[in-house]
């Protein structure tokens, strides 16, 4: 079978790939990061009065249209408590900021711009009418869908939210993402290794990564090289009402590599594997009808270079989040060798010149296997299938592993 190139590989597993439809109602105070499944309306007006925007005078601007009107102030009218009466001719209410402007009054004079005098104040600026007043309505009216649906709800619109009354959401679901892991040589974190055994580490990053992406993950643990168990693992994935079934090891087709032909055995309709892409090849695409299967290798930076390129993207589709801009172009720092047919992704740090670019700077050492290198990666850089050499200084394509780390 011919290696698929990246993007194609991408493409395909995306194509087929449709948003979780079903929603849930949360406390807003839950809803961070939620996408709205419906239109959110807001349960009252803002502001639900004619409201002052300054501390000052409440008036009728046909009583001040000059400088050196005189009126009497008749009360006060502060946040939480109005003046119940209403201004006349001549007349004034001291009036602080957010406070209801009183019956009778069209403007607010500044505090600044008035003069104590017995009894009343003194006007030293002409008024203009409706200055600072916010008109009852002026942020939004009952009713009105000021969150349509697919928003996602951030800061700030949890606030206008919260502003509208709304103490809950409907937002939709989050996929569900099944992980399991495979492998008789695996312990998990915390065990004692014997002379063939090895920790199991993939899973907490690719559950990190997954959750981070929109995701609520469900994981199986550790499954030994047993067609019987594997089943029962995709079993109870399937039961779980799995959007994808992450699985990690055992892709390949060799004497242990069980899980592709279990899979198979279970009803997946395997799409494609085998990807040119360096690490990462054996990556494997399948399918239970709506459920998608993601066979990840079992190597740590295999895995976590896939999750990046292929199950961070398929989740965000799924969850309806806009998807992450890693890919970015920074100068190569030192030489970059030919390249052959498959995509590579190497490791490498970022700094500045001394012209102020960034730099990508890549490891000495690529094994797959080493998780420690990919720790203290900044990024990725990508060189294409068949890139010619790339002499220092040149534009360097490079994937972020942290998207916010160039500001």
Known sequence: MNLLPVTEALSRLLSRARPVAVSERLPLAEAEGRVLAVDLKAGITQPPFNASAMDGYALRRDDAPEPGAVLKVIGTSSAGHAFEGSVGKGETVRIFTGAPVPSGADSVLLQEDAEKIEGGIRTNFPVRKGQHVRPRGQDFAEGEAVLPAGTVLDFSRLTVAAGMNRPDVEVLKRPLI???????????????????????????GIAALARKAGADVL???????????????????RAAKADVVVTLGGASVGDHDLVQATLIEAGM?????????????????????????????????????????????????????????????????TPL????????????????????NWLADPFGKQDSSMMKVFAQADCLIIRPPHAPELPPGAPCPVMLLRPDLLG
């Not at 090289?225 to 109870?236: F, G, L, S, Y």
């Not at 930076?301 to 801009?325: G, H």
């Not at 030919?338 to 590579?344: E, I, K, P, S, V």
């Open 337 to 356: 060798r030919a390249n052959d047919h498959r995509q590579d992704y190497i490791r490498a740090k970022l700094s500045k010149s001394a012209a102020g």
């Open 219 to 237: 994981d199986l643990g550790i499954v030994p090289d047993d067609k019987a168990r594997i089943t029962a693992a995709i079993d109870t994935a």
């Open 269 to 333: 309709q395997l799409d494609f594997w085998r990807i040119a892409m360096r690490p990462g090849k054996p990556l494997m695409v399948g399918s239970f009808g709506e459920t998608h299967v993601l066979g990840l290798p079992g190597n740590p930076v295999s895995s976590l270079v896939c999750s990046l390129l292929f199950l961070e993207p398929l989740i965000r589709k799924l969850a309806s989040l806009p998807p992450v801009q890693r890919e970015t172009t920074v100068e190569a720092a």
């Open 178 to 204: 099944v992980i399991l892991a495979t492998g008789d040589e695996l312990l998990p974190p915390g065990s004692t290794p014997g002379p063939s055994q090895i920790i199991a580490s993939n899973t907490f």
